[in-house]
């Protein structure tokens, strides 16, 4: 971590006395995230091997913001040692967004909004920046070509089908791949391709979203990255929705070049398809070869949309075999069970202010945890303090310096273990832990967020965090 205490230096001209991992952010990617913090400043640092991702990453972003587009600017870079320094954009994915303000299949207007911005977006990226982007730099293929193509299509086959057990031809398996990689290039393919344009990809700051994760760019078509977005698998997007988002994208779309809607959608479902095989080939390596369970939670959501596609989207091609291997799937007792297990506890994490009331149990069970933070030593009596909040790093800074924050919490991190631990054991699929001050800004948000944290990345556990003061949502 040392460079990256350097380049935070060398940009700020101020030590980085603080340097917090945020595993919630590494994925499957391989990369070390942090956060650097010092003087009021802070920094995103990434330290990651694989110089030419790095260099397609900082060279794309650098060319994205000429073009105005909401990426993180690239503070420093060290690229041969593996390391470079962007702007921190904050904690809210969209995907994170959607869980905290979506129940069920409704969705509230605010997270549809978001949406809508980054679908609007879209188009810029593919359109606008792609027109002159170099993309010498991409990595490892230019485009998304047969070549591409067959490596997502073998990664699904090797990793999903083998692996989950599902039995096929193999070589009528390959007719049908060669079948469909040659309609997938008949669509125009002159557009930058983002290649995974999903949930947890976009960040909401200020409710605007900020662009990441466009490293594995290249030259491709248009379909691609919003059937990425609207088939996230775990987003879960309702189909009404979905139809709503592709419509206002084609209308975005149609304001960059000239658009014949009736072709775009000739190519669109076969797009879906790759890009759900493609998905799926991740969580069968990550999930049955790596043996990491949390990614194979996100298979009955892809199963989900493969049932919604085999009932309502045709094909132009014939692909019989591709389509009985998606039949075995639905009908497999071992993906079914996975569907089982990824019923996760939801933990819903409020914080509040006790002059307008608690928040309301939105499970309907009544169950959970309601912390009073008024006994602990308040920010919100300092002139530095008063416009910030419990997510501001010198307010954090200063909670954590008190020994008596630290034992409330540790009492409340000892109760809300347990708790999840049985409820997870009973089959239980919601709690609510709420955490109360005076004012709703600075101790009840910095309590909320310090046990999301905790929770964060723990199996079997959805976490959603509400501060219902700094949201301004009713709640009460």
Request: charged fraction near 25%; hydrophobic fraction near 40%.
């Amino acid at each position: 971590m040392d460079i990256l205490k350097q380049l935070f230096e060398q940009h700020f001209h101020l030590p980085a006395e603080k340097v917090e991992p945020l595993q919630g952010q590494l994925g499957g990617s391989g990369r070390a995230i942090v956060r650097l913090a010092g003087g009021g400043r802070t920094a995103i640092g990434i330290l990651y091997p694989v110089r030419e991702e790095n260099v397609a990453f900082v060279e794309f972003s650098r060319h994205f913001r000429r073009h105005g587009l909401p990426v993180p600017e690239i503070y420093a870079e060290a690229l041969n040692e593996g390391a470079y320094l962007e702007e921190d954009l904050g904690d809210t994915t969209l995907y994170e967004f959607l869980g905290a303000h979506r129940n069920g299949e409704a969705i509230e207007p605010v997270a549809l909004e978001a949406y809508r911005k980054v679908v609007a977006a879209l188009p810029r990226f593919q359109v606008e920046a792609g027109g002159d982007l170099n993309y010498k730099v991409c990595y490892p293929r230019a485009s998304f070509d047969r070549q591409s193509i067959a490596w997502d299509l073998n990664y699904f086959k090797y990793y999903f089908l083998r692996l989950a057990g599902i039995p096929f031809n193999e070589q009528a398996l390959e007719k049908d791949f060669a079948r469909l990689t040659r309609f997938l290039l008949t669509a125009p393919h002159d557009y930058f391709l983002f290649r995974d344009f999903q949930s947890r990809n976009v960040m909401l700051r200020d409710g605007e979203p900020y662009f990441l994760d466009y490293q594995g760019g290249r030259r491709g078509a248009l379909q691609y990255d919003i059937a990425s977005l609207l088939y996230d698998a775990k987003a879960d997007l309702p189909p009404a929705v979905r139809a709503e988002l592709l419509e206002h994208y084609l209308d975005c779309l149609g304001q960059h070049l000239p658009l014949d809607r009736a072709a775009f959608m000739e190519h669109h479902y076969s797009y879906v398809y790759v890009r759900i095989m493609q998905a799926l080939g991740a969580y069968g390596f990550r999930g049955f070869y790596e043996r990491k369970a949390h990614f194979l939670q996100s298979v009955p959501y892809a199963l989900k949309n493969l049932r919604w596609l085999a009932e309502n989207a045709t094909l132009p091609i014939a692909l019989p075999t591709l389509m009985e291997a998606f039949n075995s799937m639905l009908a497999s007792e071992k993906l079914q069970g996975l569907a089982s297990e990824a019923e996760n506890l939801a933990v819903r994490i409020w914080s509040f202010s006790f002059h307008r009331g608690m928040p309301k149990d939105e499970s309907g069970h009544g169950g959970g945890f309601v912390f009073d933070g008024r006994s602990l030593p308040n920010p919100g009596r300092e002139e530095r303090f008063k416009t910030l909040t419990g997510r501001d790093a010198p307010v954090i800074d200063y909670l954590n310096q008190q020994e008596s924050v630290h034992q409330f919490l540790a009492s409340v991190m000892s109760l809300v273990d347990a708790s999840v631990s049985e409820y997870q054991r009973r089959g239980f699929k919601s709690l609510m832990v709420s955490f109360g001050c005076t004012g709703g800004q600075h101790r009840s948000v910095y309590l909320a967020e310090q046990l999301a944290k905790r929770l964060r990345g723990r199996n079997g556990v959805e976490v959603v965090v509400k501060h219902r003061e700094l949201e301004g949502g009713d709640g009460d």
